[in-house]
């Protein structure tokens, strides 16, 4: 029978790992997951009703993975909170069915939490792979932010607001079971695929929050996961505005430095002209202009933390071009630019 002192130096961690037709990558992440040199770990695999070889791979583990199937496709979020509901475990980690982790990830993030009874959340830093899985980058994170923390909620919401969601990095969350109880389940159906860092500053308002500077875990890229077909040729604001206007309106102005602020505006502005581009290249020149009225060199110029001079040079382009006929040539130009192709329609 296992101890107080053993709960206590060495409590149970749920990894729950959601996946749907994940079959091109599960076993490279599962693989990554079963070798985690933490003993003391319970790994929960939630299908979402996959209708490729998914299960068979899970079944390749045995005992090893809990296999949990839906009968109906949960989506994202409502797949990860029934895996949450499901974990036993004092802490629970949600990792990614397509990324890579390295062995000792869930021991420095248990032992986080248990040297840091404050922090209600842990992250760490992730290193960028392709779809071969080539290292190409790193994660750096900004200074306000450095040192391992625990951070405030303070910190927290000027760190966003200054530099966006460069330092919490959903797919190697561990968080207190406590904390999940106590803050309510991921809300994607008002939130979308913004409904992690929506979790992550509710989380940051009650509690505080971790950052192991270490990188130890492979965040997969440019192969067509959920996150990256959501940002092409994105036509509308991007969550994290929203949920940050959500803090600041309920108190949070009050904790936001004059420079987070500017900073804050300078990115929704680039924002605006980055789904302008988008309605440009899909040629809706109208939705386009009326886009960039709200917003203003004014904007752009405001803060140090985006490339100023460039953007405010694409918003006049932009103004001009949309003031003309759209020109195809033109599009697909923005079109490669950022987003790898020519736009077919």
Not at 95 to 112: C, G, L, S
Not at 115 to 128: E, K, Q
Not at 197 to 206: D, G, P, Q, V, Y
């Amino acid at each position: 029978m296992e101890s107080e002192s053993d709960k206590k130096n060495n409590p149970l961690v749920s990894v729950v790992v959601p996946v749907y037709n994940g079959e091109s990558y599960l076993k490279q992440s599962l693989d990554s997951i079963v070798a985690q040199t933490y003993q003391n770990i319970e790994i929960l695999v939630m299908d979402d009703a996959s209708t490729d070889t998914t299960p068979a791979i899970i079944e390749s583990y045995g005992d090893r993975v809990a296999h949990h199937r839906n009968d109906t496709n949960l989506g994202q979020f409502g797949n990860v909170n029934k895996g949450i509901g499901m974990a036993n475990g004092e802490f629970v980690c949600v990792y990614h069915a397509d990324d890579i982790y390295k062995p000792e990830i869930v021991e420095r993030e248990a032992q986080y939490l248990i040297n840091n009874p404050s922090a209600g959340a842990v992250f760490c830093l992730d290193i960028f792979i392709d779809a071969e899985g080539n290292v190409y980058n790193q994660l750096e994170i900004p200074d306000m932010v450095s040192g391992g923390g625990p951070f405030n909620y303070q910190t927290i919401l000027n760190a966003l607001l200054t530099y966006k969601n460069v330092f919490l990095i959903g797919p190697t969350s561990m968080v207190r079971q406590s904390v999940y109880k106590d803050v309510g389940p991921y809300n994607g159906e008002v939130y979308g695929i913004a409904g992690d860092l929506e979790m992550w500053a509710r989380i940051a308002r009650k509690h505080d929050i971790g950052i192991i500077e270490e990188h130890l875990h492979y965040y997969r890229h440019n192969h067509g996961n959920l996150t990256q077909n959501y940002f092409r040729l994105r036509t509308e604001i991007a969550g994290h505005f929203r949920i940050l206007e959500e803090h600041l309106e309920s108190g949070g102005l009050k904790l936001a430095t004059n420079e987070s602020i500017k900073a804050h505006h300078a990115h929704l502005a680039e924002d605006k002209l980055m789904v302008a581009i988008n309605y440009y290249i899909k040629g809706e020149l109208n939705n386009a202009r009326e886009l960039l009225s709200t917003t203003g060199i004014a904007e752009l110029i405001r803060s140090p933390q985006i490339q100023r001079v460039r953007l405010s040079v694409l918003y006049i382009l932009l103004i001009i071009l949309c003031r003309l006929p759209r020109i195809r040539y033109v599009a697909n130009l923005f079109n490669k630019r950022w987003h790898g192709g020519e736009f077919s329609h």
